[in-house]
């Protein structure tokens, strides 16, 4: 197995996941600035930016889910990316009770960022 780190940079505009797309790569972010954001009701809801040293991509590695939101270079960005087995190698690593909290945190947040995301589709539609 290759644990060694890749590195990619994404050129402006580029996607580099879109939502419910299978999560096999999580990405650290070494310069620029992605853009995370789900699509409700056909809007654009962001819900971050992740910029130099933040990750993104990470919870669909953990949890086996399809990939919650999209994310997309708002510049030229160069990303170094986390395979779903370099991850795997420190979870199994953790004891079972962090593994549960993990996963337990996990769905929290993907039903809050759903919530989130609709609740701005309904806010925006208010002042229509």
């Known amino acids: 197995m290759n644990n060694s780190?890749?590195?990619?940079?994404?050129?402006?505009?580029?996607?580099?996941?879109?939502?419910?797309?299978p999560g096999t790569t999580a990405y650290v972010v070494e310069s620029g600035r992605v853009?995370?954001?789900?699509?409700?009701?056909g809007?654009?809801?962001n819900i971050g930016d992740v910029t130099q040293g933040g990750i993104f991509g990470e919870m669909a590695l953990?949890?086996?889910?399809?990939?919650?939101?999209?994310?997309?270079?708002?510049?030229?960005?160069?990303?170094?990316?986390?395979g779903k087995d370099r991850l795997s190698e420190q979870l199994d690593?953790?004891?079972?009770?962090?593994?549960?909290i993990v996963n337990a945190l996990l769905g929290n947040i993907r039903a809050m960022g759903a919530e989130l995301a609709e609740a701005t589709v309904i806010l925006s539609h208010d002042g229509d």
């Open 5 to 21: 780190a890749r590195r990619v940079v994404f050129p402006k505009g580029a996607t580099v996941f879109a939502e419910g797309e």
């Open 35 to 41: 853009s995370v954001f789900k699509t409700i009701k």
């Open 62 to 82: 953990i949890d086996d889910h399809p990939r919650m939101a999209s994310a997309v270079a708002e510049e030229e960005t160069a990303c170094v990316i986390i």
């Open 93 to 100: 690593k953790a004891p079972k009770g962090v593994k549960v």
């Open 43 to 45: 809007k654009r809801v």
